[in-house]
């Protein structure tokens, strides 16, 4: 199931034109279930399409195969992961490839448009894994997400309180993974200068609270 409840059906003048998205690995497993685990019982039941506890999140991040599979997130200046998605390959058959798509924002970053760039980039990286056939399920009562899906081109099939959008995607081209390979070197580079930026902030925290510590101490010995 897909949280995309805060996608905008048209680009504001607050979205940003580029966020910078990074594909995740084993490595951040601690990461994406800080995440998930942050988000609200309503927010997990519009993720996963069923009420979810921490012990089955725990298991759904513990089964996360990077190797079939892509993850992508979004960090802010805390190297928080504020938004993230799953593109799920399913096994492909004689006729087509098919993924599904999953996403997720925390409540203090929605309203950016970033679940919107996620699934932009859910689609690029399809295509250019040769995925012909994207697959959201979503809860039939969110018409937002399925306005986004229908304007994308997709079809939605409804069945009671369930909806199953297929988009079809069109063949990879040589721009697409251009773009692809430029997107992932400006997300690195972004990641990496936050994470510089971070360590100096705290260097220089340590730095101020040694400081003061060195000040207090010669305070009290004048007295």
Request: no cysteine; proline share 4%; charged share 25%.
């Amino acid at each position: 199931m897909t949280d995309l409840s805060s996608l905008p059906t048209r680009r504001s003048a607050s979205t940003p034109h580029w966020v910078p998205i990074r594909a995740l690995a084993p490595r951040h497993r601690p990461r994406i279930l800080q995440h998930l685990l942050a988000l609200s019982p309503q927010d997990r039941y519009w993720r996963f399409g069923q009420h979810t506890g921490d012990a089955q999140i725990e298991r759904y991040v513990e089964q996360l195969d990077f190797d079939r599979d892509e993850i992508f997130g979004i960090f802010n200046r805390r190297l928080q992961l504020i938004a993230m998605a799953h593109l799920a390959h399913a096994d492909a058959d004689a006729t087509r490839r098919v993924a599904e798509f999953g996403v997720s924002v925390l409540l203090h970053a929605r309203g950016r448009g970033l679940a919107a760039r996620l699934f932009d980039r859910a689609t690029l990286h399809a295509r250019n894994r040769l995925v012909d056939t994207l697959l959201i399920q979503s809860l039939t009562e969110n018409d937002a997400m399925l306005r986004i899906v229908r304007n994308a081109g997709a079809r939605v099939e409804r069945s009671g309180a369930e909806s199953l959008a297929v988009l079809a995607l069109p063949a990879h081209t040589p721009i697409t993974h251009l773009e692809a390979a430029l997107e992932r070197q400006a997300a690195e580079f972004d990641f990496n200068w936050k994470r510089q930026s971070r360590r100096v902030t705290q260097l220089l925290g340590r730095l101020s609270r040694d400081r003061d510590g060195l000040h207090a101490e010669r305070h009290e010995g004048t007295h």
